[in-house]
């Protein structure tokens, strides 16, 4: 049996609506497909691309859309209501047990804030609407990374870096995904070299990492790492303190295949790994290994 998945098709000026029509095939071998979004922003998009749309792709649209015109690659306060309130039916569909999971296609976080939605992006939402602390992990089978911040300003960072709260974190990372062995990475070069070029290594991380590991009883996280040569063996399981110590060397390596998975939620949510590309919008040129990833993970087929 396929499971039953909600497609979000994220910002209708961007590439989500090429990749589910170009990737339906394969998407139906995988799941149910249900898609939500725009009818318009979707005829509008296959005319775009010269591409048809099957028969059988199966199209929910949220009621009280805002009027739309297909402008590719531009951010607009109606490509921002469009693609929330097509996230937001998709979670409820989840949250009623109607599907067996959420497969969100990219949002632009700018066309979010146009239209006055107070959330920074879907992980932002759905602690919201869960009211828990769901965890962000980004990754391929080989490597993962869990994101302690995401997406705040670099210099609000250390602020956040505290021991009782990270320790909080690495508890309830370890009980989301049972690894056996995960890095923490240091927030300063060289992991602050013993206290030269920081303290934070070893006043709240150190200190966290091993209240974490008095708690489990069991050596599960080691650190703190230096962050620069975390990833050189292109494998393993780490805790990033901020967004792109943990996304820029990963994407490096593995741009293509990433997927993005929200831990510690009642519903099973992936989504891409990559943005909008608003660059390349309706040029026929997205790629689609992201996505069929996080298909397969929803399946059940990837193991993280």
Request: aromatic share 8%; proline share 8%.
């Amino acid at each position: 049996m396929r499971p039953k998945i909600a497609i979000t098709l994220g910002e209708p000026n961007g590439i989500g609506v090429e990749i589910a029509l170009r990737g339906h095939r394969r998407a139906l071998q995988l799941v149910e497909p249900l898609y939500i979004g725009s009818r318009k922003g979707v005829e509008e998009g296959a005319e775009q691309l010269g591409i048809p749309i099957p028969e059988d792709f199966r199209l929910l649209e949220p009621p009280n859309l805002p009027n739309f015109q297909l402008t590719p690659g531009v951010v607009t306060r109606e490509g921002g209501i469009i693609s929330f309130k097509s996230f937001q039916l998709g979670v409820e569909l989840a949250a009623a047990g109607e599907v067996d999971g959420v497969m969100t296609l990219p949002i632009q976080k700018e066309g979010w804030q146009m239209a006055g939605i107070p959330f920074k992006g879907h992980t932002d939402y759905l602690r919201h609407r869960f009211q828990r602390p769901a965890i962000m992990m980004m990754g391929v089978p080989e490597l993962m990374v869990g994101l302690y911040t995401e997406h705040i300003p670099l210099a609000q960072v250390p602020a956040q870096v505290k021991k009782e709260p990270l320790q909080r974190f690495l508890l309830q990372f370890y009980r989301e995904t049972q690894f056996p062995s995960i890095g923490v990475l240091g927030l300063n070069p060289h992991a602050g070299d013993r206290g030269v070029l920081g303290r934070e290594e070893l006043e709240e991380i150190g200190p966290a990492i091993e209240g974490a590991n008095r708690e489990l009883g069991r050596e599960i996280f080691f650190g703190p790492v230096v962050p620069d040569v975390a990833f050189i063996r292109r494998e393993g399981r780490f805790v990033a303190l901020y967004h792109d110590q943990g996304l820029a060397p990963l994407k490096a390596l593995y741009f293509r295949e990433v997927i993005n998975v929200t831990l510690g939620l009642p519903i099973k949510r992936a989504s891409v790994g990559h943005g909008t590309g608003m660059d390349i919008a309706f040029k026929g040129v997205a790629d689609l290994q992201s996505y069929f990833n996080g298909l397969e993970w929803l399946r059940g087929g990837i193991g993280l």
